[in-house]
T-cell receptor, first 111, second 113 residues
């Protein structure tokens, strides 16, 4: 069974610091990797996706993928209180429609 | 214009009742999904339809029955509701193969009393 593991947190960082969120996955055939942000009482919102090994940057967000280690991470630079949310890692396999989600990491950015 | 809309947003009902949740997307996506998010925030897939055809049917009680009248709509009917069905149900849609991720609806919070 495909599994996606995340540290549930909470992860607390001071405003302006770098927040580092980590995710590991069990299926070596996984091809697509996604980070979603979910505010309390709201729906998940896609913030980043990555397919290739290495880094992908979008504004203050950087996704990092290492397929050999089956590891994907999300860095948030200059963290803001508005970044406080649960971050969900999601993974899909080759040719698969299905996203398998981790249980999420709750991030708190302290002003 | 809401991309993926679900109704109702909240649903409180008694055990044993039958209820439906509706979902519509205006993104032109071919694939739609139902996910269940439990009290611990774990999102788990229930069903997936591609162009009105069921492609994923995870192990859920057969009291749950999805219906897709066309590729823009995916409804979820639940019979004989139980306390354990209380959760937030999210509809989502994606382009073919889901390679750009999903767009989620706002969710339906179901409470069974």
């Amino acid at each position: 069974q495909k599994e996606v593991e995340q540290n549930s947190g909470p992860l607390s960082v001071p405003e302006g610091a770098i927040a580092s969120l980590n995710c590991t996955y069990s299926d070596q055939g996984s091809q697509s990797f996604f980070w979603y942000r979910q505010y309390s009482g709201k729906s998940p919102e896609l913030i980043m996706f990555i397919y290739s090994n290495g880094d992908k940057e979008d504004g203050r967000f950087t996704a990092q993928l290492n397929k050999a280690s089956q590891y994907v991470s999300l860095l948030i630079r200059d963290s803001q209180p508005s970044d406080s949310a649960t971050y969900l890692c999601a993974v899909s396999g080759a040719g698969s429609y299905q996203l398998t989600f981790g249980k999420g990491t709750k991030l708190s950015v302290i002003p | 214009d809401t991309a993926v809309s679900q109704t109702p947003k909240y649903l409180v009902t008694q055990m044993g009742n039958d209820k439906s949740i509706k979902c519509e997307q205006n993104l032109g996506h071919d694939t739609m999904y139902w996910y269940k998010q439990d009290s611990k925030k774990f999102l788990k897939i229930m069903f997936s339809y591609n162009n009105k055809e069921l492609i994923i049917n995870e192990t859920v009680p057969n009291r749950f029955s999805p219906k897709s009248p066309d590729k823009a709509h995916l409804n979820l009917h639940i019979n004989s509701l139980e306390l354990g069905d209380s959760a937030v149900y999210f509809c989502a849609s994606s382009p073919p193969n889901g390679i750009y991720g999903y767009t989620f609806g706002s969710g339906t919070r179901l409470t069974v009393v």
